[in-house]
């Protein structure tokens, strides 16, 4: 046993078990971009990228530079794309690391012209078009501008053209066909005019599993290499394996009367004798920490402020940690480091172990990463296939 009181499972052949089932998915011909941003989202970058690599995946795709040096670091030689168009300043750092950019502006375009012109090398690119998601790249009517200003530069040669899905987890599949289209067009106008491969690729997890027309040159799998499907509305054609599991023991137990008060605040008192645990876990762990949306219709308004209601009340606990298969309520305020779970007729004693949902890529960086790993990217493979035939 291990001396970690909290600790996160990383089981790496459930992600290689995820990779073998898209990669059984798509056709032979089409490559893998394994994105890996945001330390894998959760995961470990550099262990995660380490198994994919040896798994087959032809590139991988971080979001910032950092993030791709990290992969350099930890001995990852596939190519590497950066999401994140560069700033003309970061021009000489891409190419000196040989991670391959987004470019979506002229300037950079020219910074990384004249950075390549001065280290004597070509410099390799990835041309970001925006279709509709709003946030990076040039707009589709100005791709033949762009392409007549790439082809005054040989220091540099097109490598790929990207853009990205803001709805293919949804259930209306409308707009992003309305952004394929925009998106196919700019490809057979860059494919007409450049010369040498110029990889497209715009399928996401969402498109892998429901748009197969969007395969392209490259698929670019992200949350399904993680062990979850995009939303309830895709399709799950292939069998996913989650590879992660928050754990943590229970330090303390105490017992307390009626009336007694619980965290800061008191905002939890005892109505009968309690039994309750301690968890070296809280809030600067990214434990209850949730992102914050915006109801898109006013259905979703009303369903999230019953929620919220009931929490209030104390109807339904909107924390809670698991032990075997039952559900032990969070009692009040999650502290920094430390929460407190009702564990009252349990049997429960002190060092033994919970588990604890936390969102991914909000976990805390220090929590300790275990890392699993047992079978054979072979053995692997077999079942893919097996269950992608089914």
């Known amino acids: 046993m291990h001396p970690y009181v909290r600790w996160i499972e990383i089981d790496l052949d459930a992600i290689i078990h995820n990779f073998c089932q898209i990669r059984q998915l798509v056709p032979p011909a089409v490559k893998i971009m394994s994105v890996v941003k945001a330390d894998a989202y959760g995961h470990g970058s550099a262990q995660v990228a380490g198994a994919l690599a040896e798994a087959g995946t032809d590139m991988f795709a971080v979001t910032t530079i950092e993030e791709g040096l990290e992969l350099i670091n930890s001995g990852i030689?596939?190519?590497?794309?950066?999401?994140?168009?560069?700033?003309?300043?970061?021009?000489?750092?891409?190419?000196?690391?040989?991670?391959?950019?987004?470019?979506?502006?002229?300037?950079?375009?020219?910074a990384l012209a004249s950075a390549a012109a001065q280290k004597n090398v070509k410099g390799s690119f990835h041309l970001k078009i925006e279709t509709g998601?709003?946030?990076?790249g040039i707009p589709g009517l100005e791709v033949s501008q762009f392409l007549q200003e790439i082809k005054k530069l040989p220091q540099l040669q097109l490598a790929g053209v990207y853009s990205h899905f803001a709805t293919a987890m949804m259930k209306d599949k409308s707009f992003a066909q309305k952004q394929l289209s925009i998106f196919l067009q700019a490809v057979r106008e860059i494919k007409r005019e450049v010369s040498g491969e110029v990889l497209a690729h715009i399928a996401n997890s969402a498109a892998i599993l429901d748009l197969p027309d969007t395969y392209l040159d490259m698929v670019r799998p992200g949350t399904l290499l993680y062990g979850q499907y995009p939303?309830?509305?895709?399709?799950?054609?292939i069998e996913l394996q989650d590879p992660w599991q928050m754990k943590g023991r229970i330090i303390s137990v105490k017992k307390l009367a009626p009336g007694d008060s619980v965290g800061y605040g008191r905002d939890y008192i005892t109505k009968k004798p309690r039994e309750i645990g301690v968890v070296p876990v809280g809030y600067a762990d990214g434990f209850g920490v949730l992102p914050h949306t915006r109801p898109a219709k006013f259905y979703d308004l009303v369903k999230s402020t019953a929620k919220l209601l009931s929490q209030v009340l104390g109807l339904i606990a909107p924390n809670?940690?698991?032990?075997?298969?039952?559900?032990?309520?969070?009692?009040?305020?999650i502290g920094m480091q430390l929460s407190m779970i009702d564990i009252t007729g349990k049997g429960i004693a002190r060092g033994e172990t919970v588990q604890i949902p936390i969102r991914r890529t909000t976990a805390g960086g220090k929590i300790t990463r275990v890392y699993l790993r047992d079978q054979k990217i072979s053995a692997i493979r077999e079942v893919a296939a097996v269950q992608t035939q089914k």
């Open 133 to 136: 998601m709003g946030r990076t």
């Open 77 to 110: 030689k596939n190519p590497i794309l950066v999401f994140a168009p560069i700033l003309p300043d970061q021009a000489d750092l891409v190419l000196e690391h040989g991670l391959m950019p987004t470019i979506d502006d002229r300037e950079a375009l020219h």
């Open 231 to 237: 939303s309830p509305y895709v399709s799950k054609k």
């Open 320 to 333: 809670y940690m698991i032990y075997g298969k039952e559900r032990l309520p969070v009692v009040g305020r």
